[in-house]
Structures are given as C-alpha cells and as structure tokens.
C-alpha cells in the first residue's frame, strides 16, 4: 500500500538523521493538510490521496520552516516540477532536499483541471518515487480551456475578464499558495511608492493579476494552486496558460519539464527565436 | 398559527424591490457550481437550495472591500477635502444565512463604539435582512459552539423556515423586515419545525480561559506553521472587519480609500522600522484566535465568530478557526494529548 510505503520511507530518513523534518500531508481522521513532521513515530499520521491537492513546495522557501532543518518534500508530479525550478533560481540546493515523489492519478472529486491534462503523473526528477500511477501520461488537450476562451472575441474576452477582476478581493491567496512566489517582499506590497493599487477595484485587480501572470512567465510549472485556493473562484488558470503556451511555442520550454533546460527569462541563446519581436 | 409565504410571492419581492430601485443581494450559483452572495439582477438568480454557506459572506453590503472616504485636491500648499458620503439605495438581502445575519449587530458594535462610522452605518441603515434558516450543515458548520443556531434570529428583520412545499413560514422580527413582507404572507395553521442544528464542539467559557493564558502555548507553532499567509479565512469571515487605508494620487488630486486587511498578512503589522512585532504566521494565527475570543468579548460581550465554517473552507491548508480552536482547547501540560504528542501540525 502506498500510504504505508511512504511512511516507511519517511520514518527510515528521519530515523536515519538523513533529514530533520518531512513536509508531508498529514491527517488525524479528517481532510489531510500540510504536516511537519520531525518525530519518526509520527509518521503513521502522513497520508497520499486524491484529496493533497497542497503543492509542498511551497514551504522549501519559507523561513520559518527552513528553521526545522534538512527537509523530505512528498510532491505530486506537478509539484516535482516547482522544485527544479527553485533549483534553477537558486532558492534552494538540491542536494539539500530530499524529494519524495507520489505516483499520482489526480486529485479530487471531478478530477481537477489541469489533473485531466496532465502528462506528469509519475513525478519526475525525484530521489525516489512512492507508488504507481494507473492513469495514462500522454494527454492532448492541455490548452483546450485557453483555447475556448480565445475563440472568443477581444470584446467578449474583456468582458469576460472585467467581471472575473470584479469579484478579486486581494486576499493574495493565488500569491500564498504559489512556490514560485518567494520574493521576501511583493511589488504588490511595495507602498513607498505604492507601485500597484492595493485596492480591489477594476484598475487595481486587472493590474495585480497580470504583474502576477507575468511575474510567473517561464516559471509557472501549472500546479494551478492559485485556481483552488481563490475563495471568489477566479479561473487564474487561464492566465497562466495563456503566457505558459507563449513561452512553450516561442522557446519551446515547459517549465520544471528538464533540470538541463535553463530558466527561460534567464538564459540567452543565439538559437532564441526573434522573429516574434516586431 | 403563522405567517407563511409562497417562494413565488417571495421572488416576486425581489423583483418589485428591484424595479423601484432598490439593491437585492443574495445567493447566487456560478457556472462552476460554487455559492457567492452577489447583487441580483433578477430574481431567477436567486439560489434558496442546496448549498450549505456561500463563498463569501453579506457583510460586503455594510463594509465594501474597497470604498472612497473622500477626494482631496493639492492647490501649492492648500488641500481642499472633498466630501462623498455614499448613500446607498434600500439594500435587500434575500436567503442571508443567519450566521451571516447575527454578524450585522457584532459589526455594529465595532463600528459604532467610539465613533460612529458614519459609511458603515448609512449601509446599515439601508439594509433588510431575511435570513433563510439553515435546513443542512456540514463538518465545518459550528453555529451552535458559538450561541447560535440554524435558526438564530439575530441580526434579521425577518426570519424564513422552509416548509419543504414552495413555502416559507415567515416569522418577521422588526419594523423594516414587517414593511417589506406586509401583505405578502397569509395566516396559516402550519409551521415549521426548528432545526437542530450541528452538535456543539467546543465548550468556550474554558476554552477562553485557556487562551487567556496560552499565549506562549505550542500549539501556535503547531497548527499555524502551515498557515500560507492569505486572506481567504478573513476576507471570507462574517464578522472580521479590518482595514486599511489608502490614497491613491493623480496629478493634483486624489482620494482616500479604504480596502479590507488580514491580520494574516505580514504588512499588517509591520513597522516603518522594518521589524514585525508578529513576524511569522504562528503567531497571527494566535492574533486571530485571540482576537475572537478573548479581546472582542472582552469589550463587547460576544465572540467575534458566527460559526459559519467559511474560513475553512476557503483556506488552502484546511485550517480554520475550528481546528485551531479545538488544538488549543487541549491544554499542552496534559501530557499523552494531542497536543503534547502530534508532531503533526
């Protein structure tokens, strides 16, 4: 059984001091939750189902929680993703992190979106992985959603983004849950000057959701936390498709995909299409 | 005998009132198939069904996420203020949850406490609330931990059970909520049953006391490590009500805004010195509790919670003031508990 799989291999790196704490997803009967767990006898409390939809990674940046020591990480396949790209900006040293992967066929109850578009079922690029996935990897379709929403017209899409920007309270929890998010301070938050309106009114949102969309160009490894976690029920998603597809077709880079394949805004090659530059 | 009122003669109130210009807001179900309390356009959009608590809350109707205090114009030194009270058609609220419903007299006592807020209590004023009572809850729902019910009647003008057959026994508590539903109700032999309401889950006269004096308790750390930082559970919240205050300039002129703040965000409390009297979620999450429990009470006789259930379920990390509520109600000396124990958090 997987569950007892991943408590073994938790409990043994504990045990053998090879980490401090394992970021895992823990539950005492209910919904699981992110769990911090130091003591080997505690690892009967972690968990995998289709209900850790947390991507873990999260928490590698997170001072308080760097506090703990040398970290264990359980990452779903899309999660797995984020940690390359930490690597590739330098937030964290691989070798420091012990990445335990979950063979995973999606998560929740209808399979979420990006779990029914998704070729990364068996976590890749992990130092071991824990279970097998029953679902297929090679899945068309990942951009069907974006490209139902650019069927539309501009004046339709406007629209259509005017009313999702409406409903943005600036609670930040597509912000909060990103791990991609790690800046110490947020433009969003810089007030001398105030760079971005804090206030969540039509300008404000509409300027805080692409700055976000864009800061995550390149980067964005699609665990679409941001989609869930939005309490107004926002599709962020599509925002972030639409500038992960650019990136896809202008460099051929899905991000967090390959640890050899650098970060996009940050790697110059004279092969760089420029075609697109007009 | 009782009041009882057809869903139709109700949807056609909504509809009337909006047709004399005035705002109804009230349950509304998105393409995704998630509950927002939303402004109506028409009463067909009107959800009374199926839903245990929306996303959100009403309390936006009294205190918007963002509202204009007031415009100013720079002339050299000169600084001309320029009034904008906001002054708000009749605001009808239609299927209020009444956990939603009690935050209204919880709000008014912050907002009227040394100052009158003179915004706020133009909504207020503006305001008929019909609350729907509660026919299902969840594991989330803790209504009844916190002196309420599925059927409490504070903060309503009028209270709707549903009798199950396309009609409500209406019980209307106020002035306002009689004006709004005068002849529309027909005196009837039938009445609806009160529901039960989810068990109670916390004791809170003991559990206050614990708070009082686990301000360095672990389980802080413990349940608060995994808190992201967000909004979700406050913005999300009935009562909590604190903001922020912002100028947005242009050229010469300006205004004055004020948004809704977190204490679960690091700005919150940070100083122009840079150092962060709270400077890690453990310790807002404390706040939090504290706030709700101890520290409003304290000065106005009630917990600042309804028992909605909505910061858990709009928090990303399955936390919420229940779990953390029940954490702390283990007192950490108990040796063997689960505090002592968990090195989950």
Known sequence: MTWQRLRDTCRS?????????????????????????????????????????????LYLTRADVRRLGRPAVVV???????????????????????????????????????CRACDVHVPPGCDEVVGEAAEGTEVDGRYAELDELMGLSVEERFAYWAGEMERCVRCYACRQVCPLCYCPVCVMDKNRPQVIDASPHAKGNLAFHITRAFHLAGRCV??????????????VRLLNQSVARAVEQQFDVRPGMDPAVGPVTGTYSLADREDFIR | ??????????????????????????PVRRDSGSVHFETLESSTQLVLDDFIHPANTAKEYVLPKTERLFRYRRHGNDVTLIDEPVEPAPIL????????????????????????????????????????????????????????????????????????DGSFDVRPLTDRGRAALAGRTEASDRSAPLPAGPP?????????????????????????????GCGACAFTCPTCHCFDIVDETAGDGGCRLRNWD?????????????????????????????????????????????GCGNCYRNCPVNLGVLNVLKAAAVRPSAAGGPVSRGEVT
């Not at chain 1, 970021?23 to 009967?44: C, L, M, N, R």
């Open chain 2, 1 to 26: 005998m009782s009041d009882v009122m057809t869903r139709d003669v109700l949807l056609r109130l909504v509809d009337e009132w909006l047709e004399e210009g005035g705002v109804v807001a009230g």
């Open chain 2, 93 to 164: 609220l239609v299927g209020c949850r009444p956990c939603d419903a009690a935050a209204f007299p919880i709000l008014d006592k912050v907002m009227g406490w040394d100052y009158q807020d003179s915004q706020y209590y133009r909504r207020r004023a503006a305001l008929t609330v019909l609350t729907l009572a509660c026919t299902e809850w969840d594991e989330q729902c803790f209504c009844t931990s916190v002196g309420l019910g599925p059927a409490a009647d504070r903060g309503s003008d009028a209270l709707l059970l549903d009798l199950g």
């Open chain 1, 222 to 235: 699609g665990c679409d936390e941001c989609t869930r976690a939005c309490p107004a029920g926002i599709n």
């Open chain 1, 76 to 114: 779903k396949g899309c999660d797995a993703r984020a940690v390359v790209v930490l690597e590739q900006e330098a937030q964290l040293v691989r070798e420091d992190v012990h990445v335990i992967g979950v063979a995973c066929d999606g998560v929740g109850h209808p399979r979420a979106a990006k």
């Open chain 1, 13 to 57: 790196l504990l045990e053998a001091g090879t980490v401090d704490v394992v970021i895992g997803y823990g539950s005492t009967g209910g919904a699981p939750h992110p769990a911090f767990v130091t003591d080997p006898e505690a690892t009967d409390q972690l968990v995998f189902d289709d209900r850790c939809y947390q991507n873990l990674t």
């Open chain 2, 262 to 306: 977190s204490c679960q965000f690091g700005m919150f409390t940070v100083h122009a010195s840079g150092h962060n009297p709270r400077p890690d979620q453990p310790s807002r999450q404390r706040q939090r509790l504290m706030h709700k429990f101890v520290i409003y009470p304290d000065k106005f006789d009630h917990v600042l919670c309804t």
């Open chain 2, 200 to 228: 109670s889950q916390v004791d809170l006269a003991p559990l206050q006391e614990i708070l009082r004096d686990g301000f360095d308790s672990p389980v802080w750390a413990k349940e608060g490590l995994r808190c992201t």
